[in-house]
T-cell receptor, first 112, second 113 residues
Framework: QKEVEQDPGPLSVPEGAIVSLNCTYS??????FMWYRQYSRKGPELLMY????GNKEDGRFTAQVDKSSKYISLFIRDSQPSDSATYLC????????????FGQGTRLTINP | DAGVIQSPRHEVTEMGQEVTLRCKPI?????LFWYRQTMMRGLELLIY????????DSGMPEDRFSAKMPNASFSTLKIQPSEPRDSAVYFC???????????FGPGTRLTVL
């Protein structure tokens, strides 16, 4: 079993829809949770990160972490065609740790 | 800031040849990471350095792979001899501070025929 599970999709939604992307994980030692966005033929770029459980909002993006369920989510409101990309969740065990563990990535397409 | 720089951007080689990928991290960053990305396996960490010292190379698939970081501004990943199953996109990333906010380069797309 992989440490981090993420549905690879693909996921296709109409413009303006709310998108929900999710990951589950098995190791309770993870403390920092990140979402990366990767456009086609580009390197991943950090979108958001959260520490421990809770929510974090940045514009149209909201990241949620539920450590009791070992489940994290990324919500995109008012989705735009420019949001079309692969979204990867990533986790790290804590301060001082440097080894990110990535999910498989979910390929998202927003249709105009 | 120029970001993480990788070269070459594309490499096509024949099985058995030596391949060298290069990375220049962001100035001031003290950690450097090499990843490999494929459709089947996703993004895999191969090795990472902290202050130019290799910390964890457990992801290096086999002895054909080696990585060096002779100074804070340069790293290489070498595959010798290369095999078709090494075909992938290889990313370099660098970071500074905690939590580990890694900044990725554009990647090198390697094709081994």
């Amino acid at each position: 079993q992989k440490e981090v599970e993420q549905d690879p999709g693909p996921l296709s939604v109409p413009e303006g829809a709310i998108v929900s992307l999710n990951c589950t994980y098995s190791n309770s030692a993870f403390q920092y949770f990140m979402w990366y966005r990767q456009y086609s033929r580009k390197g991943p770029e950090l979108l958001m990160y959260t520490y421990s459980s809770g929510n974090k909002e940045d514009g149209r993006f909201t990241a949620q972490v539920d450590k009791s369920s070992k489940y994290i989510s990324l919500f995109i409101r008012d989705s735009q065609p420019s949001d079309s990309a692969t979204y990867l969740c990533a986790m790290i065990r804590g301060q001082g740790a440097q080894k990110l563990v990535f999910g498989q990535g979910t390929r998202l397409t927003i249709n105009p | 800031d120029a970001g993480v720089i990788q070269s070459p951007r594309h490499e096509v080689t024949e099985m058995g040849q030596e391949v060298t990928l290069r990375c220049k991290p962001i100035s001031g960053h003290n950690s450097l990471f090499w990843y490999r990305q494929t459709m089947m396996r996703g993004l895999e960490l191969l090795i990472y350095f902290n202050n130019n010292v290799p910390i964890d190379d457990s992801g290096m698939p086999e002895d054909r792979f080696s990585a060096k970081m002779p100074n804070a501004s340069f790293s290489t990943l070498k595959i010798q001899p290369s095999e078709p199953r090494d075909s992938a996109v290889y990313f370099c990333a660098s970071s500074f501070g905690v939590p580990d906010t890694q900044y990725f380069g554009p990647g090198t797309r390697l094709t081994v025929l």
